[in-house]
């Protein structure tokens, strides 16, 4: 059970974020963005195994890289092909689709499926390869419950609207707990295991009042259960960071190990910094530290500055959030 991460794309560039969650027998994989040249930094076999792509917005530098991820896999059926982003998504991804030349697809029959995360509800609309994706099905909307978009059985994904002078979304990847039978308790008590302690672990399946092995299952549970709390990650980028907007962030992202931080600026420039409604390094890091992170990822960083301002950029960080660094491929 872990979650592994890498930053795509190197410095000055664009950037985008692989997240493999590995739950001991299964992997799922997510693309957080994908601009120009990231996928390079992925095999054409873990492009193909991408799971969900998520979209924080769709300003060039996040979104260039997308013909690349759909070429490979614009026919693909052995998995969904399921994207997710701000409004606007699914009418912005279906011109992209139908960009190209479309004369031998009958036969084909992947289907696309593009959410738009609104701060209320999910719209999701259906593509057809088969249909030269002419056509948008509009599926059920989904009312939201707080920032969850993605409830897997090993994980979640939630999603923050953030003001980007256009909305644009913050991205947060969560194990699930896992609980643990605390094998001293199972002999303080007298008992043995067997197919119970599954049962058990699901309340669902056990309720509380249940009995189990001559106890009620509440109280089996608070004897027996450990949690270990699951890994987590949130991709963080392109928008202002105001008072209003840390308030948010630090209770959203309480408890969350790794930040993987825009930066695009450095601390002088925060004036310019607001005015495009991006974040400077040390803005990063006051988030990192008022969640007390483990560690915090700079990326996205403007290619006006030099490298020796880049380090200037990271220090800054690293004087507020000591674990602060950039990705281990930028060298
Ligand atoms: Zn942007
Ligand atoms: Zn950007």
């Known amino acids: 059970m872990a979650i592994r991460f890498r930053v795509l794309g190197g410095a000055g560039r664009d950037n985008a974020l692989h997240v493999e969650v590995d739950s001991g027998h299964a992997i799922r994989r997510l693309l957080f963005d994908c601009g120009d040249g990231c996928l390079s930094g992925l095999a054409q076999a873990e492009v193909q195994a991408i799971d969900h792509l998520f979209f924080s917005h769709f300003h060039m530098d996040h979104v260039s890289g997308f013909d690349g991820y759909f070429r490979t896999n614009f026919d693909r059926e052995a998995r969904p092909n399921r994207i997710w982003g701000p409004p606007g998504s699914g009418r912005i991804l279906q011109h992209r689709f139908q960009s190209y030349l479309w ?42 419950e707080g920032a969850l978009v993605l409830d897997e059985d090993e994980f979640t994904v939630e999603a923050l609207t953030m003001d980007h002078r256009t909305p644009c979304l913050a991205y947060r990847v969560t194990e699930k707990t896992r609980w643990n039978i605390d094998p001293a308790g ?146």
């Open 186 to 331: 199972l002999a303080a008590l007298g008992l043995r295991p067997g197919a119970w302690l599954k049962a058990l672990k699901d309340p669902a399946e056990t309720p509380d009042e249940a009995w189990v092995e001559g106890w009620r299952a509440g109280e089996l549970r608070e004897r027996l259960l450990v949690p270990t709390p699951g890994d987590s990650v949130a991709y963080l980028t392109d928008f202002l960071m105001n008072e209003e907007a840390m308030e948010r962030l630090a209770d959203w992202l309480a408890g969350c190990g790794t930040l993987i931080c825009e930066s695009q600026y450095r601390a002088a420039d925060l004036e310019l910094a607001q005015r495009n409604y991006h974040m400077t390094s040390l803005q990063g890091a006051a988030l990192a530290e008022r969640v007390r992170a483990n560690e915090l990822v700079l990326i996205h960083v403007s290619a006006r500055y030099t490298r020796e301002e880049w380090a200037g950029l990271l220090d800054e960080a690293r004087g507020v959030f000591p674990a602060a660094r950039f990705p281990e491929t930028w060298g």
């Open 103 to 144: 004369n031998l697809h009958e036969d084909l029959s992947a289907t696309w499926k593009v959410s738009d995360i609104d701060v209320q509800e999910v719209r999701t609309w259906r593509y057809e390869l088969r249909e030269a994706f002419e056509r948008a099905h509009e599926e059920a909307a989904v009312m939201r």
